[in-house]
């Protein structure tokens, strides 16, 4: 296991998760963890504490569990505080691209698109559609009972952004209003924008675009984790060192 072998090279772990939601309109959770080298580094089983149950909002009761059914691991858990909430949805996202932009999907595949989605998710298509607002949903195809179908996602938030093995894992941008809808992958910029790097220069094909944001680390996520976790303890465990 990853925490043990941590703990056998003389570091304490404390582990937790983060969804990329709560800074930008990505469904991302991941699990981070910090190794903090002890000042001895003993072995893990030296280090050993009695664990106890550690639930939070960064802290899900599966994880909270495994923690405490883990007491052999040495864990060092840092209390955090919330976690922001997110000021804008995806549309403030969309790039504004021209009617005439060949990223647009003919009306033929976008109605095939269409008539692969599921029952629910067509009728969530139609209310779209039937809407005197413009609105925005993402579309994953996935397999179910042997079939190709589509399933939308429309609350405001695109689906987890994945590398491009295979045509499923391209996620769709279906937008629709004022009685009629279109589609097209989402852009290069605006999976920039989803991973909180709207200014990353790219120079490269859609597909290295996608792939690489599909294998990222949400920018404002590290950069919470820094400002909350990392630079705190720095300057702890610097003030400790001066101190002796």
């Known amino acids: 296991m990853a925490m043990e072998a941590l703990n056998s090279l003389g570091y304490s772990v404390d582990p937790f998760v983060i969804n990329a939601e709560s800074f930008v309109p990505q469904s991302r959770d991941r699990l981070f963890v910090v190794a ?22 960064l802290r899900p009761r599966k994880l909270a569990e495994f923690i405490l059914d883990n007491p052999q691991i040495h864990w060092d858990l840092r209390k955090m505080p919330p976690l922001p909430k997110r000021q804008y949805d995806l549309s403030a996202i969309i790039e504004d691209l021209d009617d005439t932009d060949p990223a647009w999907w003919s009306q033929q595949r976008a109605e095939y698109l269409f008539q692969q989605m599921a029952p629910s998710h067509k009728q969530a298509a139609e209310a779209m559609i039937a809407d005197d607002t413009i609105r925005y949903g993402t579309v994953f195809r996935r397999m179910r009972n042997k079939r190709s179908t589509a399933e939308m996602r429309r609350d405001g938030i695109a689906g987890c952004l994945r590398t491009p093995k295979g045509g499923s894992a391209r996620q769709i941008l279906f937008v629709a209003g004022r009685g009629s809808y279109r589609a097209r992958l989402l852009t290069a910029r605006e999976h920039a924008r989803l991973m909180g790097a709207d200014d990353f220069k790219m120079d490269c094909p859609l597909n290295q675009a996608i792939f690489g944001f599909g294998d990222a680390v949400c920018v404002p996520v590290v950069e919470w984790i820094a400002r909350h976790y990392l630079n705190p303890l720095f300057a702890e465990i610097s003030e400790s060192t001066i101190a002796a």
Do not use: I
């Open 36 to 57: 903090r080298l002890n000042p001895d580094s003993l072995p893990a089983t030296e280090l050993a504490e009695p664990a106890v149950f550690y639930q939070d909002h």
